[in-house]
Every structure is written in structure tokens, then in C-alpha cells.
């Protein structure tokens, strides 16, 4: 796992290395700078020209002394400087006046005032762009002149670059109105959280870390709440085999799915746990629905309930399930079940008898969950997945507020209720009952798309089947479910695969998983 950290955090880092080591701020600075220089050159080939707009504090010092190296390279460099030097940090002072100092005897590097919107058309010319305004110390709405200058830079058609966090973002929750877009963002001293949620997900670009020359030792006592999941994370949690095993101690799924509006749901469900590895997969269907899907499976045992006018789970396809549901290792519900009041009424007394060992709860069974029921029932052992939608839905807040702080929102929901939350989305975030988020790295665009959500389900209740720990089970099956929709790329364009793609696609995924790190 790669941990994240917050601006609190963070922030103390530069008072570490001053204070504790004696490390004076202008090296820090000189040290980023150094390496914001290196990634952007190592990555951009024919520059042409360079512009950079700088703030007052710190993130303008970086700018300023990344200006300098560009200069010095030989580079045509244009600074655009906001404020005064009396607005300026000590080391951002520093190096602006290094650089204005240097104007003077060089043809390729200018520095312009800011006075107004105007001024960022001066710019339009280069081919690489760098926000050195306000970094990762940002929080609230970004006000004028700022929110001008970002929308204009966001037009210039160039590479662009943020140095530790683009303008506009908050770095704690990846959450911002008007953000600074960025290709690539070198983020400094350690990775932030909000840099893979929210809008940083879809504004950072490729995110690069770089030291500022005291190494981790400050980090040493810091006990993080967030992280990235690495390769290394799910290779070691897919399930082994024992030579002895059979398709009963391989594990058992019963997946209740599927209505007479929505069979092919529970189809891709319930072979999405046999691909994942279960030994056995039971689906549970209405009578009525059953002709609808039954040649489509070959080998998931299809077990009908109610008679041929049912089109439903109700209450009495619970009772008629009840020695199933507690021969089953997890029980997966939800997908295509439908959200007749007869059916979420029978979902709610599914959770409250707490016939099964382990349950994954999707899609219209989450709509069983409102927040009267969510005061009384045990959610221990279940894993949740909801998709932003549904999760407002459950809590009773908007989405819109959900999403400008949505680890908060995601860790107090499992903390209160003592399950895993799978919180679907770009990226999806996979929360704990220890108050931990783990925040997914693989997966594309092209996953948007009718049928991704119950393959998902059907992979992890297979895994959980099998190794029978929800959060490992929850991390490792959305890491695989992405992974095997960004393998597909080789073979479809990103708009042209189906969810049954990802299924089959499956095990290529774990193949690769464990060729790359073995």
C-alpha cells in the first residue's frame, strides 16, 4: 500500500526539516525545484518555450527557482508574478529576485507583472505551462483574480504542469470548483490524498513524486488513514489451492438476483463468482424468469422459487431459500432484484435473520438500506456497493455534498456500521470499519457501462468465497475487475467493450498479476 497524507501533515514537514534538522527553507525549495525541472524535461521533447505563473508563497518560490533552471538550460522562459515582493514568503523573495536580477543579462528569460486576465494571453505562445500559484495550502472557492487566471490557462492548448497540486484543488479532499488541469502533477515531500479522489482524479494527469532532500524519517511517526493499493497488495491475497480441495470447500456462492424486468443481472452475476474462483455458484431467480436465462448458463446451477406467476424475491422466496442461504460462504444480493416494496421488504428481513456467513449488497438491495433501517440492523460481515447515487441515497445527503468530501463521508459511514463500503466510482474507494480508505488504481472509462457493477459483485463474493476476509476480498476484486477492463484495451477501443468482456477477461487479469510480479 502507498500511503497518503494530508496538508496538516504534510505542512509539518518543511517545520521537520528547518526546525529539527536545521534544513534551511531556500534548500528545500532548491532541492524541489531541481526535480520539477528533471520530470518536466524528461517528459515533454521539442520545448519551445516555457511559461510559468507564480503565486506568493512557497509554490510561487518553486516556481521561480524552476524558472531559473529552464533559463539556464537555455530555454525561452516567460514569468508571470502575482502580487508584490512585500506580499511575498522570505524564500519565495528570494528567488524572484535571483531571476529578476538574471533578466537583466539574459535575451530568453522575461517576468511580467500581473495587472490582468489579459496578461495570461502572453503566454499563448509556449508549449509548457506551469502552475506555481497556490499548491496544496488551498481550501475554499477560488476567488477573482484567481478563478479568471485558471479558466484562461485551462484554454492554452500546451503541456501543463502543476508543481505539488494544481491551483484550485483542496488537497484533503480532492474537491474544487475551478481547478487548474494538469497533464502532470510532481507532487512534493510525500502523495496527498486529494491528488486520486474527486476532481484531482480527473485534473491531476500523471502524478510524480519528488523528494526534498530529507528522506522519510519525519514520516516514520506518522500513522496514515488512506492509501493506494499496489500490485503487490492483491497478488498476495489470491486465493491459493490446496490440492485436496473440491467444489464445495472451493467455495459456495448463492447469488439472489434478477426479476422478470432485469434477468441479466443475475447472469453475470452469478458467473462472475465461478470465474473468480468459486467452486460452486447457486442463483436464485423467479420461476417466471428462469426460461429467460437458463440456456445462457452452463454452469451455474439455476434454483427457481414461487411458481410461474412470480416475477419477484418476496418474503416467501426468502423462506423458501432459507437452507441455501445457510449452506452458502457469502450470498450475493441485489443486482437485477428490483425495488417492488414486497422485495425490499424481504431484503431487510434477509439482513435482520443473519442466516448467512457473508453477504455482498448491491444495486436495488441497497435501496433497503434508507437511514431508519440503517439505525438498527448489523451490517458486520456484509460488503456494501454502492455507486455514488445509491450511497446518497442511503445516508440522505446530496451527492454534490457527498463529493466535496467524500473519505470523510465514506469512513464515517463503515466506522458507524462496522462493514465494508465499496464505493463505486472513478476511482472506487474501498473503506474499512478501522476508519481506512483504499483507494483503487487500476480501471478506464470504458467500464461506464450497463452490467460492470454485478460482474464486480459476482467477482468479489467469489473471492470472499475463498478467502473469506470482506476487505481483502473487496480490495483485491475491484483491483482484478479494473485490471481485466484495462487489459481489454489491447484488443477494443475503450468504447466498444461490454461487461461480459471484463468477465471473460478475468483470469487473463490474474495471469498478468502474477507473471508481473513473480
Request: aromatic residues 8%.
Amino acid at each position: 500500500m502507498i500511503p497518503l497524507y494530508n496538508t496538516s501533515q504534510i505542512r509539518n514537514l518543511d517545520s521537520f526539516a528547518i526546525k529539527r534538522l536545521s534544513v534551511p527553507g531556500i534548500v528545500l525549495m532548491e532541492n524541489a525545484a531541481i526535480g520539477i525541472y528533471q520530470s518536466i524535461l524528461e517528459r515533454v521533447n521539442n520545448i519551445n518555450c516555457v511559461g510559468i505563473v507564480c503565486g506568493k508563497g512557497n509554490n510561487g518560490g518553486d516556481g521561480y527557482a524552476v524558472a531559473r533552471h529552464f533559463s539556464n538550460a537555455g530555454f525561452e522562459v516567460k514569468v508571470i508574478s502575482l502580487g508584490t515582493e512585500k506580499e511575498f514568503s522570505e524564500d519565495c523573495k528570494t528567488n524572484f529576485n535571483i531571476l529578476k536580477n538574471l533578466t537583466s543579462k539574459r535575451k530568453n528569460l522575461k517576468i511580467k507583472s500581473y495587472k490582468s486576465a489579459k496578461d495570461i494571453n502572453w503566454l499563448k505562445d509556449c508549449n509548457i505551462i506551469v502552475d506555481a500559484i497556490l499548491g496544496s495550502g488551498f481550501t475554499g472557492e477560488l476567488k477573482e483574480p484567481y478563478s479568471s487566471i485558471i479558466k484562461l490557462l485551462n484554454k492554452i492548448l500546451a503541456y501543463k504542469c502543476a508543481i505539488d497540486f494544481p491551483t484550485g484543488l483542496n488537497a484533503d479532499t480532492g474537491f474544487g470548483e475551478i481547478v487548474f488541469s494538469s497533464d502532470l502533477t510532481i507532487t512534493l515531500g510525500e502523495f496527498k490524498k486529494g491528488l486520486f479522489i474527486g476532481k484531482g482524479y480527473e485534473n491531476c494527469g500523471e502524478v510524480v513524486l519528488k523528494e526534498i532532500g530529507i528522506g522519510r524519517d519525519y514520516f516514520d511517526d506518522i500513522n496514515p488513514d488512506t492509501y493506494l493499493i499496489e500490485p503487490e497488495d492483491v497478488f498476495s491475497s489470491i486465493p491459493k489451492r490446496k490440492k485436496s480441495v473440491h467444489k464445495y470447500s472451493a467455495g459456495k456462492v448463492l447469488s439472489i438476483a434478477g426479476s422478470y424486468k432485469y434477468p441479466s443481472a443475475a447472469a453475470l452475476t452469478s458467473q462472475s463468482a465461478l470465474v473468480s474462483g468459486a467452486g460452486a455458484s447457486i442463483l436464485a431467480i423467479p420461476e417466471d424468469t428462469k426460461k429467460l436465462i437458463h440456456k445462457n448458463l452452463l454452469e451455474v446451477v439455476v434454483e427457481s422459487y414461487g411458481n410461474e406467476k412470480s416475477k419477484y424475491f418476496d418474503d416467501e422466496a426468502l423462506k423458501t431459500l432459507h437452507q441455501k442461504i445457510i449452506w452458502a460462504d457469502v450470498v450475493a444480493i441485489g443486482p437485477g432484484l428490483g425495488r417492488e416494496v414486497e422485495t425490499i421488504k424481504a431484503v431487510k428481513i434477509f439482513l435482520v435473520k443473519r442466516n448467512f456467513k457473508f453477504a455482498v449488497i448491491d444495486a436495488d438491495a441497497l435501496f433497503a438500506l434508507d437511514k431508519v433501517f440503517l439505525e438498527k440492523v448489523n451490517l458486520k460481515n456484509c460488503i456494501l456497493t454502492p455507486h455514488l447515487g445509491e450511497f446518497s441515497q442511503m445516508i440522505g445527503l446530496e451527492s454534490k455534498l457527498i463529493e466535496k468530501d467524500i473519505l470523510s463521508y465514506g469512513k464515517e459511514f463503515t466506522v458507524k456500521h462496522k462493514c465494508i463500503l465499496v464505493l463505486k466510482g472513478a476511482p472506487t474507494i474501498i473503506f474499512n470499519p478501522d476508519g481506512e480508505a483504499f483507494i483503487n488504481t487500476t480501471g478506464n472509462s470504458g467500464m461506464a457501462k450497463f452490467g460492470t457493477g454485478d460482474v464486480l459483485t459476482g467477482i468479489i463474493a467469489g473471492l470472499l468465497s475463498q478467502i473469506k476476509n470482506p476487505e481483502t476480498a473487496a480490495i483485491s476484486g475491484v483491483y482484478l475487475h479494473s485490471l481485466s477492463a484495462d487489459l481489454i484495451l489491447n484488443q477494443k477501443p475503450i468504447s466498444n467493450y461490454l461487461a461480459s468482456d471484463i468477465m471473460n477477461n478475468y483470469p487473463s487479469a490474474v495471469k498478468f498479476l502474477e507473471e508481473s510480479i513473480v
